[in-house]
């Protein structure tokens, strides 16, 4: 089977060739996977300051948004493991959309509720809910791709994934906000939900059946957590995301009071990392492909990546820094951005490597288990990240708060680096091991 192959013909024809490339390259990792995304940050800019007038805590706000990612995460790896093996991709996939888009839809309503605990319960529930949804369009997204295109897992599944998620973490508040003050709180909901929802005819009319693959192969959640690379992989996703994410609390108040910025400016600076971010992911993603040195990627990037936070405060040892001057931020935060794309973009290649060294089969099992596991990591690091820079911040100061996630981000890559030299000798050279390249 080579990169479009149809189980109806042999030889595709031209229109056939765009189509597919259309739906696996564009519909379903950018549109489908940047509304998912995009769901969980679409009321960033407008959701705590309508909270508070309806008698809602800042603190309940924030887990308000941190529910999304909580319960993403609790729900990828079952997703991945049992329902797309069991349904298939396509429909995992249709359901997540409606699921999705109801939720949607019934968020914007919530305006009406009474003011208080039932205001804000019934936001946790439809949050819970919509991540759900979002769960199961994100590993249904990543099985499909790395199954139409498993000669370039590097460049075109990870890399088009990742910037279209970066392109979610950006666009979505700055859509979100523009849409609310154009048509208040319910123009942001309506508007992603007709989105979802004629996403879901796109995925009818366009996606083929690709279930057959399931058939021959069941993995195993429990054996792939024993794969020590793949273990190690999960702990570079959550460590990843939660030094990608943890100025999402902090920033704001760092920016106001010891800055002296508005919230434009820092709305600004909001947009350095994921703007960095996304436009670095397609170069990150050639790299890998070009070089197959997924582990060495993961290790220079978390090296830039520590090397970026510890500017971010400046840290406080860091005495020849300027401090407190906004472009060193800005820089920082750019220093951020790309490097966890090198953190990122290798994840997934290096846990089909270690899965199909240890005898994986090379099919749609394995890539729906696997997407599970990336897409839960990324959303507990999501989850964490945020929870773990506010508390910090009580107690650390915000330059000491970067430098202790900066910290964190070198032992990481510490641990890469032991692992590499234990198992070097037992690693199997990337040319003898096929399956990534394989159709």
Not at 165 to 193: H, M, R
Request: net charge neutral; glycine share 10%.
């Amino acid at each position: 089977m080579d990169e479009f192959s149809d189980s109806e013909s042999p030889s595709l024809s031209c229109f056939a060739l765009m189509r597919k490339f259309f739906v696996f390259s564009f519909v379903f990792p950018v549109v489908i996977y940047f509304l998912s995304i995009g769901c969980g940050a679409l009321p960033t800019a407008f959701l705590t300051h309508e909270a508070e007038q309806h008698g809602v805590s800042s603190t309940v706000s924030g887990l308000i948004f941190g529910i999304y990612s909580l319960v993403a995460f609790m729900a990828c790896p079952a997703i991945g493991t049992y329902l797309i093996p069991r349904f298939g991709p396509k429909a995992v996939l249709m359901c997540g959309l409606v699921v999705n888009g109801a939720a949607q839809l019934a968020f914007a309503f919530t305006i009406r509720l009474p003011k208080g605990a039932v205001f804000a319960g019934i936001c946790f529930l439809i949050r819970a809910i919509s991540a759900l949804g979002a769960a199961a369009c994100e590993n249904s997204v990543i099985s499909i791709t790395i199954g139409q295109f498993r000669s370039h897992v590097p460049t075109v599944m990870q890399s088009v994934v990742e910037m279209s998620s970066g392109l979610g973490f950006t666009v979505a508040p700055v859509l979100g906000g523009a849409l609310f003050e154009i048509g208040g709180w319910k123009a942001p909901f309506l508007a992603v939900s007709c989105f979802l929802v004629l996403s879901v005819f796109l995925v009818w009319y366009f996606l083929r059946d690709v279930t057959e693959d399931f058939a021959e192969s069941q993995v195993n959640l429990k054996k792939a957590l024993k794969v020590p690379g793949v273990v190690i992989t999960i702990l570079v996703l959550i460590i990843g995301t939660i030094a990608y994410t943890w100025f999402n609390v902090t920033l704001d108040p760092y920016g106001k009071d010891e800055l002296g910025l508005n919230s434009a400016e820092i709305g600004l600076l909001f947009l350095i990392p994921a703007l960095s971010y996304a436009l670095s992911t397609p170069v990150a993603g050639y790299v890998c492909a070009k070089t197959r040195a997924f582990r060495t990627c993961m290790i220079i990037g978390f090296l830039v990546l520590s090397a970026g936070l510890m500017m971010t405060g400046p840290a406080p040892f860091f005495t020849l820094l300027p401090q407190r001057k906004v472009w060193l931020l800005g820089v920082a935060l750019a220093v951020s951005g790309v490097s966890c794309t090198l953190c990122f973009v290798p994840a997934m290649p290096e846990m089909l490597h270690c899965c199909y060294a240890r005898g994986f089969p090379a099919d749609a099992s394995t890539d729906s288990l696997l997407s599970g596991l990336l897409t839960g990591a990324q959303n507990l690091g999501g989850f964490v990240g945020p929870v773990l820079g506010g508390a910090l911040m009580q107690y650390f100061a915000f330059r000491w708060t970067a430098a202790i996630i900066g910290f964190v981000t070198l032992f990481q890559m510490a641990v890469l680096i032991i692992y590499g030299i234990c198992t070097r000798q037992n690693q199997l050279d990337y040319e003898e091991t096929r399956p990534l390249i394989i159709n």
